[in-house]
């Protein structure tokens, strides 16, 4: 695939958290398929229909006829319980030292408790206030949490640059108003093609700061 190097100014980053920021597939993908057994159910469609979004919607779509509330709660339990193989992906490290810490922030469909162990368990560092399953009406696809994002940061959508993994986030942001970069890491690209710009991880990104905001460069890849 041949690639190009887009720059984008904004003003502020949302970065999405699971296969964005921390490797988390094996433990979101264990804790599905436990819960999906355990309700006499599908774990490849559970799994496929719940990347990107909150427990509860997609316990509200695979098990209609079940408490999605409750059923939230052991599923949330496992996946606390789970942090093998959790860690920091290629060039977050990097990306975020060289961001000043009030231009970003994370916005996940995990909970604050899911979320905060995480990004603790990988190593990185866990913004003041972030953005999490418990701050919008709706979870992503729905634009509220990259709304959310935005308007905690203070800037407008359309200064913001969303980075996701998933189909569902990519949808939020590009509703919010938002560029949307995707990586290509837990999702294969042609399911990502809403996205503004397709890279590998995050060390196709360099980043300039200015006084009056932020300059990108993406080593992005061929549509």
Avoid at 148 to 175: I, M, T
Wanted: with cysteine.
């Amino acid at each position: 695939m041949n690639s190009s190097s887009p720059r984008i100014r904004c003003q502020g980053i949302l970065f999405d958290m699971d296969n964005t920021l921390v490797s988390s597939q094996g433990a979101v993908e264990r804790t599905w398929t436990k819960w999906a057994h355990m309700r006499g159910l599908d774990p490849e469609f559970v799994i496929h229909t719940g990347h990107g979004c909150r427990s509860l919607e997609t316990i509200a779509i695979v098990a209609p006829h079940l408490d999605a509330v409750a059923e939230a709660e052991i599923v949330e339990t496992i996946e606390a319980a789970d942090t093998e193989g959790l860690a920091m992906l290629p060039g977050v490290s990097e990306l975020l030292a060289a961001l000043p810490p009030d231009r970003w922030t994370v916005v996940t469909s995990a909970t604050v408790p899911l979320a905060r162990a995480r990004l603790t368990a990988a190593g990185i560092p866990t913004p003041a206030r972030i953005v999490t399953a418990e701050c919008a009406p709706l979870g992503k696809p729905d634009p509220g949490p990259y709304l959310a994002g935005a308007a905690l940061l203070g800037f407008k959508p359309q200064e913001c640059v969303v980075f996701e993994d998933a189909p569902a986030g990519v949808a939020s942001g590009r509703a919010a108003g938002c560029a949307v970069v995707a990586t290509t890491y837990s999702v294969p690209a042609e399911e990502l093609t809403a996205a503004h710009f397709l890279i590998s991880d995050l060390n196709a990104i360099a980043v300039k700061v200015f006084p009056d905001g932020l300059e990108l460069t993406l080593t992005a890849l061929a549509r």
